[in-house]
């Protein structure tokens, strides 16, 4: 059979039920799997044979979901984990440990920017934030004898500026490093960062994947193609013997397989970061919609930035898509179908300004979150970014008057009638 396109692939990969079977993939809720003799349990332990013993490591729906989103970005293997956050502290301290440093772009998500520059620090890995638009000199600069890897996001939340990943993965390359992408925004419908040199993609699941805002989850996926046996000095994890898997060395024992297996044997077994088995099942219906669902909410986003563009009382919108945006030469190459529902904008006027008009909108809703179906809008400064200086913000990317809206799966004209009511009544003080 030809390639699927990935429409279908939403639909089908990952689960193809045999004769009486059920049609929709079903829920394995139990956390043990049932085996004849000693000698089976104990072979699966030395990870000679595969099969689920314990739901911690390996649950049949999680692995379902899992290599449907390996299918959807084009990568060889997938694990799921219980957050976004578990799934970017597992892409990166798989291969970068006590010791170690690593690099990322600034303008990253909050929860990444503290999991890297606090909580990485107090277990000694290093972290050098570099900004994603620096010249090749000053990205070069950045690294150390002892970096593993190199981290930025294709579409960087909450800035939503596109991430050059062509350009990051021959850099990465030529130290001998992979290039870990968080494709969380666009999702694999609107980029699949393998297609440019990524070697490792992560999401946070509970976003567009899910689009209905019922779960918390993560996902990582490796594209098979970074050679750690050619790096084997910098990759010892991977290239050398696991004294708790009884002295096996991942690469040999799994090849194309190894970051993920041994991110499942060593880091699931040890962190428990698990995606429930009944989260994996509402994923595995949402990633059924995936492809219909980002196209309405890029339409409708293209509608509201419009419209944004045009007021008055707007003092600018990040959109990628609008013509002029500083981003849009990027777009155009990386995210040619659309970028996603997620703008950053700021109205004229001061904070008490921006908080009138937050406070008179009645469809968007202020909330912690971004890329479900209902549109949402956030401040970052006063909101999930508010432990961070004023330097800080800035070095994230993050304008202090920046405005976040996620534009979910309503008609946009009530939306665009909810921002202009909000703009008046804000207005009149
Ligand atoms: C939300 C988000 C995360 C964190 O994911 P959680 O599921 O909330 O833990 C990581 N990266 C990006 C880009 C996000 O938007």
Known sequence: M????????CVHAGYQPGKGEPRQMPIIQSTTFKYNTSDEMGRLFDLEDSGYFYTRLQNPTNDMVAARIAALEG???AMLTSSGQAANF???FNICEAGGHMISTASIYGGTYNLFGTTFKKMGIDVTFVDQDASDEEIEAAFRPNTKLVFGETLSNPGVRVLDIERWAKIAHSHGLPLIVDNTFPTPINCRPFEWGAD???HSTTKYMDG???HVGGCVVDSGNFDWEANADKFPGLCTPDPSYHGLTYTKSFGKLAYITKA???LMRDFGCIQAPQNAFYLGLGLQTLEVRVKRHVENARKVAAYLAGNELVKWVHFSELEGDSQHELQLKYLPGGSCGVMAFAVKGDRAFANRFMDALKLITIETH???CHTCILHPASHTHRQLTDQ?????GVDPDLMRLSIGLEDAEDIIADIDNALKVACEG
């Open 2 to 9: 030809t390639k699927q396109k990935i429409g279908t692939l």
């Open 75 to 77: 990568g060889v293997a």
């Open 90 to 92: 597992f892409a990166c």
């Open 200 to 202: 490792i993609v992560t």
């Open 212 to 214: 209905q805002g019922v």
């Open 264 to 266: 499942t044997s060593q």
């Open 370 to 372: 971004v890329a479900d």
């Open 392 to 396: 800080q913000l800035q070095e994230a």
